[in-house]
Nanobody
């Protein structure tokens, strides 16, 4: 089992950058694929990015590809999401999640068993 805590959200102007962090507890972190999702009130949670257990494979939603970068440090039990060139439509609550089932992760939130509490990102125009 793993517990996840996100941080790093906040208010930023369009075109700016933020770096989200996700601290994980538990020795199993390094064996889990990890993902970032986001949700706007009244809408379904959507996939943002996923990274394999080793960090060697990543995949992004088309809406963030080229602007966001997912990474991890297994020695520190940390997951990151570097967000550049932010747009107002990136405004959402961002969640990190752990997938114990798939080496390379999936884009479906159903594949993730463990979730953080979320961190708010607001991009002003």
């Amino acid at each position: 089992q793993v517990q996840l805590v996100e941080s790093g959200g906040g208010l930023v102007q369009a075109g700016g950058s933020l770096r989200l962090s996700c601290a994980a507890s538990g020795r199993a972190f390094s064996s889990y694929a990890m993902g970032w999702f986001r949700q706007v009130p009244g809408k379904e949670r959507e996939f943002v990015a996923v990274i394999s257990w080793s960090g060697g494979s990543t995949y992004y939603a088309s809406s963030v590809k080229g602007r966001f970068t997912i990474s991890r440090d297994n020695t520190k039990n940390m997951l990151y999401l570097q967000m550049n060139s932010l747009k107002p439509e990136d405004t959402a609550v961002y969640y990190c999640a752990a997938d114990p089932w798939h080496d390379y992760g999936v884009t479906d939130e159903g594949g993730f068993d463990y979730w953080g509490q979320g961190t708010q990102v607001t991009v002003s125009s």
